[in-house]
């Protein structure tokens, strides 16, 4: 690339493209199971211990779904708080 | 005690087949007793890299059918004393290989006193594809720096991951390896190919080495010659390189850093 078409800019680089596309197929790819084993429910575990240490919080009111919608990955996560904590 | 390599992608045409040969010519010229095995059955072709073609008179299938014993088959290399080649045979017949076959020939291999066997493995995530990767300790996941081939890689560490029998066994996982090969620093630089650290983040696989693109690698083939043998060649030299760091050398990265032209270069655009 010469300098003149650096001055004047360029649209963006085409390996550039490349590696976003990739990212996002792999981990769509992942998240069908495509790979290994599916981490959400040690996650919900996980996030039940972390946050029963400072909250009494019933297993059941937390909730670890991960939702796609078109190129992006939602990981949603519902914690129930019961009324006491407050 | 033996390892078992298998040499894989997913994709074809990435360079598997070139990576074995000169991987197990590597080993071979390191003084270990290595034997490389084409699983590509119906496609066989590490023969003609290795240039043994025309000495093929059994092949792995005969071995496992019982029709040959395995030290009829197996062929001694013609450039390094301590390589053998097993040859996939050309039969149309997908279900040749049997697990408990390719369990049988690997565990001969190791009673004879083979310090490395490197399973070449076809493209594809088919039979050939999954049992060339059954019984590895360590994998070799070749990858071009373009798109399907990083993606096959993925698919492909995937099935490494549940259908090896370490993995099926629940033993320590296979130890995988990225091998970026067909690598131009200049595209790379110019933004034109996704460098060997996009691939390596991507696939998250700790790098055993990265191959220029070259045409050495057609000279090679057309010979009949492993790569690693083109003595001062860059493909020579980084192959060497990769069968040291598998050994646990330390070897930085060479061949992947672009020379900048000159100003005059810069300023017109030199291409």
């Excluded at chain 1, 976003?20 to 599916?38: F, M, N, V």
């Excluded at chain 2, 299938?61 to 290399?77: M, P, T």
């Excluded at chain 2, 996009?198 to 090679?220: F, N, T």
């Amino acid at each position: 690339m010469s300098l003149l078409s650096r001055i004047f800019g360029e649209k963006k680089k085409t390996a550039a493209v490349a590696k976003e596309r990739l990212q996002l197929i792999i981990a769509r790819e992942h998240g069908s199971g495509t790979r290994g084993p599916d981490f959400l429910p040690a996650l919900q575990r996980e996030l039940i211990e972390v946050i029963s240490k400072y909250v009494s919080v019933n297993p059941e009111d937390i909730k670890v779904n991960l939702e796609k919608q078109d190129n992006y990955e939602v990981l949603e996560v519902n914690i129930v708080l019961p009324d006491q904590a407050r | 005690m033996t390892r078992v390599v298998v040499v894989t992608s997913g994709k074809g045409g990435v360079g598997k087949t070139t990576t074995s040969a000169a991987f197990a010519s590597g080993l071979a010229l390191r003084g270990f007793k290595t034997a490389v095995i084409d699983f590509d059955v119906g496609l066989r072709n590490l023969d003609l890299i290795m240039g043994c073609e025309r000495r093929v008179v059994y092949d792995f299938v005969n071995v496992i059918n019982g029709e040959a014993k395995l030290n009829q088959a197996l062929i001694k290399d013609k450039h390094c004393e301590n390589l053998f080649v097993l040859p996939a045979s050309q039969t149309r017949d997908k279900d040749a290989l049997t697990e408990e076959g390719v369990e049988t020939v690997i565990r001969e291999l190791e009673h004879m006193g083979f310090d490395y066997i490197v399973c070449d493995s076809p493209a594809g995530i088919e039979r050939g594809a999954v049992m060339a990767l059954t019984f590895a300790d360590e994998a070799i996941v070749t990858t071009n720096p373009e798109v399907s081939s990083v993606r096959d890689s993925d698919r492909i560490l995937g099935i490494l991951q549940s259908k090896s029998k370490r993995a099926a066994e629940g033993r320590e996982p296979v130890k995988e390896h990225l091998l970026v090969t067909r690598y131009s620093p200049k595209r790379v630089e110019e933004g034109e190919m996704l460098s060997y650290k996009d691939v390596q983040e991507l696939l998250r696989v700790p790098l055993l080495g990265v191959i220029p693109e070259s045409e050495s690698v057609l000279h090679a083939s057309n010979q009949g010659t492993p790569a690693i043998h083109l003595k001062g060649t860059d493909v020579a030299e980084a192959y060497t390189d990769v069968v040291a760091r598998f050994l646990g050398e330390e070897r930085a990265l060479r061949f992947v850093a672009y020379e900048k032209p000159g100003l005059f270069k810069r300023l017109f655009g030199g291409n």
